[in-house]
């Protein structure tokens, strides 16, 4: 299930990816002949820094199944069936930050959580943390990200990197957007998508007040210059503006229908 791609994702890779073909091709002096080759330096150094990861994740994490985190494991293989995504390996890291990501360049891909957001996070929150990660895997982005992380290896002009880079923040962006709708369809609950991301930036909420105090801070990021710049050099967008796409998408009757399709699955099953 991919329908809940935001709109501009796509639109937005292809402009990145066809300006990264333009750099490559006025900057570092390439030939089309050589493209392919910088394509297969770009897969092969992806595959081994995913290899090397994995490899660090057995000797750091703990891999999540049912002997030994039950509660969670049901939780994660709910939400993978409620968006219907492939296999994946959920690890748990001994990381003090509140924070998640996924990667992987082939199948089962690696969902990460940090641990510190199994104490933050409630049921329902949590279920968006793991349904975002599992949206960047059904959607593509898990193994576009792992691939790109390639290019670290490949030598760029400075100039040349920079505007990657930038072009590339771009589609990371819209990615989040993305992300952050199948972690609603996978909790079912835009209210628990908002209180989880307001969660990941203050460290926890114990009330309505520090909630109502905290979104008003947040409302006001976009009218900092500095946060707009901020923001065109990160890979998430401000969180007032995913807070603004989860009250719009929960509106939109396409969520609602998704939604409603998925709780009849569900109750099928």
Known sequence: ??????????IILLLT???LFVVLLLTAGLTVCLVPLLVGVMVVLAYTMNRSHHQSLLQQATLVGMENAPQLARLV???RRRLRTGPVQTFVAPQRALNAYTFGFSSPQVVVLFQPLLRVMDADELRFIVGHELGHVGLGHAWLNTLLGGMAGVPLPFGAA???TLAFRWWNRACEFSADRAGMLACGKPEKAISALVKLVTGGISSQAEMDRALQVIEAEDDSPLHVLTESL???PMLVKRIDQIRQYAADPQYRRLL????AQNQGA
């Open 1 to 10: 299930m991919t329908s809940y791609r935001y709109p501009n994702e796509e």
């Open 17 to 19: 990816l066809g300006g």
């Open 77 to 79: 293989e709910g939400c």
């Open 162 to 164: 920079v505007v990657v």
């Open 234 to 236: 990160s890979t998430h």
């Open 260 to 263: 409603a399709q998925i709780e």
